[in-house]
């Protein structure tokens, strides 16, 4: 037996999860990532850092300070449109190592005004990132506040940016059977395996709620949605002071389709088999996110993809300055990063990874959204 086998049979989460489906029935699959990923003392995230070679995944801040430095730039042109406020929080949901806030922070220093005036809140639950994240910004000069919630982050003129944060909160999923659309559910089938199934009853009304292509869709079909509770928290805040940026992998339009998907050691790997010991996600449904947030009264731009926004703030300019202070090897690997990051064709991270916008609707165009 392999060790990733023992660490398998063992996993305490799936014994919780088999326990309360043995006690309540199947589960739905919101349910079964939220256990998977946020359960307080075994989940995936409360348990590890997942990031990095070692890890399971890798992030586009891990990739490249070039990221996070344009980030930076960013919202150093936004706060300027803002009216150089002379407090402004910078808020980031799901902060990982700590490497981007770490990289804006560094890149922020260009404008001493700016520098200034930053404060800084992120929001994780995960006690082993946070402390990643300590380190990381230790010697960044702010003091640093953290909470579980957005709901606890203090309503003052921020900037809130989001990089794979969203596609981690639990999603829904409905399966259309017998003409009905019913909640997908995790099961335990034969052999005490994890598997799929689905509600005997349809979801009530579930037609009305959904966009027109899902209701042509085939018997089969997968839809799925999330809470827009954190979607509507962010565009009622930025709705009165302030501005926000969500990069995430995911669709412009709401449609069809089944991305709930597990990554182990950067390979995808089968979402019911590993309970807590692997990575959960599904794509972000783009449009869904820009209606809670404009529904709140901000505006949102029109999503674009990374690759375009990265270019349009100027990441081939920023990687000459870098090669031109280090070596041909680091050069390379300065290549390498800037083509992974903006690389446009279909499973280039510059084309599957989306960009949203939000600001409050007196502000002008972002930058990067204005072309
Ligand atoms: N933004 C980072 C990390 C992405 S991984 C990067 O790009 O490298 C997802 C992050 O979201 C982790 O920090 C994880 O602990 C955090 N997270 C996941 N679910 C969360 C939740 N419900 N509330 C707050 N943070 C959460």
């Known amino acids: 037996m392999t ?68 980030i930076g730039l960013w919202a150093a042109s936004v706060w300027q449109s803002m009216g150089t406020p002379n407090r402004i929080c910078l808020v980031e ?74 596609d981690a909160l639990p999603v829904r999923q409905a399966i259309k059977h017998g003409n009905a659309w019913h909640e997908r559910t995790v099961e335990i089938g034969t052999g005490d395996k994890l598997q799929f199934g689905c509600a005997p009853d349809p979801l009530t009304a579930f037609e009305e709620t959904i966009p027109f292509d899902a209701r042509l869709a085939p018997e089969g079909s997968i839809f799925e949605w999330r809470s827009p509770y954190s979607a509507l928290e962010l565009g009622r805040r930025v709705s009165r002071h302030g501005a926000a940026l969500v990069v995430d992998y995911g669709h412009t339009r709401s449609a069809v389709g089944d991305t709930f998907q597990a990554v182990r050691s950067h390979k995808f790997a089968d979402p019911l088999a590993s309970p807590g010991l692997a990575d959960l996600t599904a794509h972000v449904d783009f449009e869904a996110l820009a209606d809670a947030i404009s529904s709140m009264g901000a505006r949102a731009e029109k999503p674009l993809d990374q690759g375009t926004f990265l270019k349009r703030l100027g990441i081939a300019t920023r990687a ?21 990051l903006t690389a446009m064709e279909k499973t280039g991270m510059g084309h599957l990874f989306k960009v949203l916008g939000a600001a409050q609707k007196d502000l002008p165009a972002l930058p990067g959204f204005d072309a």
């Open 93 to 166: 949901l799901g902060p990982g190592r700590g490497t981007m806030m770490a990289d804006i922070l560094r890149a922020a220093k260009i404008l001493p005004a700016f520098d200034e005036a930053i404060s800084v809140h992120l929001v994780e639950t995960s006690p082993a990132l946070r402390e990643r994240q300590r380190e990381k910004l230790s010697d960044a000069g702010k003091s640093i506040v953290w909470d579980d919630r957005l709901d606890n982050v203090p309503k003052i003129p921020s900037i809130y940016f989001a990089n794979e944060f969203f």
């Open 3 to 70: 060790v990733a086998a023992v660490l398998d049979a063992t996993s305490p989460v799936k014994t919780e999860i088999r326990r309360l489906i043995r006690i309540a029935g199947p589960m739905p699959v919101s349910q079964y990532m939220e256990l998977c990923l946020s359960h307080p003392q075994h989940g995936y995230y409360a348990t590890r850092d997942p990031l990095g070679q070692a890890g399971d995944f890798t992030t586009a801040p891990e990739i490249s300070q070039m990221f996070g430095e344009l």
């Open 320 to 340: 000459t300055a870098l090669k031109a202070n280090t070596d041909a090897s680091g050069a390379k690997a300065i290549d390498a990063a800037l083509e992974r």
